[in-house]
C-alpha cells in the first residue's frame, strides 16, 4: 500500500541522528512491547508480514508521529482485536471478560533457543522455474496495490537488472492477508541511481532491491 | 495469571502503578491482558528481552568479519552464501535466515537500509538502533547516500561508487568492510575489536588499530 511506511527519497525529515552508546531499549515498556509482539506472533495467529501489514496501515499522520514501538503497540493492539483474541473493551480494561481464542501454539521459555536460533526460513520448493537469470534487464510493474507489498514506489516503473537469483519465497502479498500463494522467486535487481533520481543522481550510484517475480516485466535490453 | 513482576525500572517512585504514563498504562494492560488470557508466558516474555538485549549483537557480526579478513576461504564462502558461514560460528536465526554479505574494496562502498520497515540481519548485529527504524535515515540512504554518509562522519572519495541494499525482503545484508592497514599482526579476537556496528551497515569504517587500544 502507498502509506506512510513507503519512505525511501521522501524529503524534508531531516537530518540522521545517531544517538552515541545507544540502548538496545528506551524505556521498559519498549522491551514488554517488543516481547509480546514476537511471543503473540508465535502462536501463529498472523504471518509476520500481516504484522508489517498492520503497522504501515496506521494513518500517515500517525505512523510519522509516532516513535518505532508506539507503531508495533498501536498495530499488535490493532491485530489483537482484528483476529479476535480479545475486544477493544478487553484492551481498555486490560483484564479479560471472556474465554481465550484458540491459538495454535503458545512460546514457552525453552524454547526460545532452539526455535529463535533456527528461525523460520521464508524459501520454500519452487513450483515452476525461475524466469529469469542473472545479468537480464527486467522492468518493475508500476502496479500500487491497495494491500500489502514489497516493491517500494521509487522502483516502479523502472528499468534494472537482475543480479542474484535467491530462491522462492513466501509472497508477502498473499502471506500478509492470510492467503495460501504459490512461492514465487525472489531476485535482487540492481538499478544505475540516474535510472532512479535522474541526472542529479550520484554518479555511478546503485540501488538493489529485493524483489519478486510477480513484480517484473521483461525488460529490454538497454 | 497475575503478573506481579516490577517491571518499572525506569520510574522507581512509581512500583504501586499509580503514576504510570500513557503509554506505559496502554502496555502493562495489553500484558496484562494477554498474560491472562493465555497467549503469552510471563518467563517467556522476559527470556526474549534478555536474549536480545545481551547475547545478540554486533559482537557476532564482528566475529563474522574478523573470520573472514583472517580465513580467505571463509570470506568465499561467506560471499558466496552468508547464512551457512555465518552458522559455522553458532550465529543465525530469525532475521537473518537468509543472509547476504556484501564486500566493500578499494573503489566500491556497500550501504544498506530498509526503506519499506526496519529489517536488519538481527542474529549478527543485534536490534536495530533507532535511527536505522526513523525517517530521515530511510528517507534519504536511497536517494542521497554521500548525504547520508556525511552525516555519520564518513566522506568517501568522488570515485568510490557506492551500492544501497534496500532490505525488502527476507534477505538480510551485512557489509563486509575493508581490513583496516597496519592490522597484519593483530590475532582474530584483536581484529573482532575493530569491528563496529556501524561498518557493518555501511554508515561507518572499522576502527584503525591506535584507536582500539
Known sequence: ??????????????????????????????????????????????????????????????????????????????????????????????????????????????????????????????????????????????????????????????????????????????????????PQWLYTVGFEATELWGASADPGGRVTVAAFEGYLLPGAAS | MAHDHDHHHDHPDHADGSSLTPIEARVRALESLLLEKGYVQADALDALVEMYETRIGPHNGARVVARAWTDPAYRDRLLADGTPAIAELGIGGRGGEHMVVVENTADSHNLVVCTLCSCYPWPVLGLPPVWYKAPPYRARAVLDPRGVLAEFGLTLPEATRITVWDSTAETRFMVLPLRPAGTESLTEAELAALVTRDCMIGTGLPLAPETAQ
Not at chain 1, 498492520?54 to 483476529?83: F, G, K, M
Not at chain 1, 534487464?137 to 528499468?159: A, F
Open chain 1, 1 to 182: 500500500m502507498n502509506g506512510a511506511q513507503d519512505l525511501g527519497g521522501a524529503h524534508g525529515f531531516g537530518t540522521v541522528m545517531p544517538e552515541a552508546n545507544e540502548p538496545v531499549f528506551h524505556a521498559e515498556w519498549e522491551r514488554r512491547v517488543f516481547a509480546l509482539a514476537l511471543a503473540v506472533g508465535y502462536t501463529g495467529t498472523w504471518t509476520l508480514d500481516g504484522s508489517r501489514a498492520a503497522r504501515e496501515s496506521l494513518p500517515p499522520a500517525e505512523y510519522l508521529s509516532s516513535s518505532y514501538y508506539e507503531i508495533w503497540l498501536a498495530a499488535l493492539e490493532a491485530q489483537v482485536v482484528a483476529h479476535g483474541l480479545a475486544t477493544q473493551e478487553e484492551i481498555a480494561a486490560g483484564a479479560s471478560a471472556g474465554p481465550a481464542s484458540p491459538v495454535k501454539r503458545v512460546l514457552r521459555a525453552e524454547e526460545i533457543p532452539p526455535r529463535f536460533s533456527a528461525g523460520f526460513p521464508s524459501d520454500r520448493p519452487p513450483d515452476a522455474p525461475a524466469l529469469y537469470a542473472v545479468r537480464d534487464p527486467v522492468l518493475t510493474r508500476n502496479d500500487h496495490p491497495i494491500g500489502h507489498t514489497r516493491l517500494p514506489r521509487y522502483v516502479r516503473g523502472r528499468r534494472g537488472v537482475i543480479e542474484r537469483v535467491h530462491g522462492a519465497f513466501v509472497l508477502p502479498d498473499a502471506s500478509a492477508q492470510g492467503r495460501e500463494a504459490p
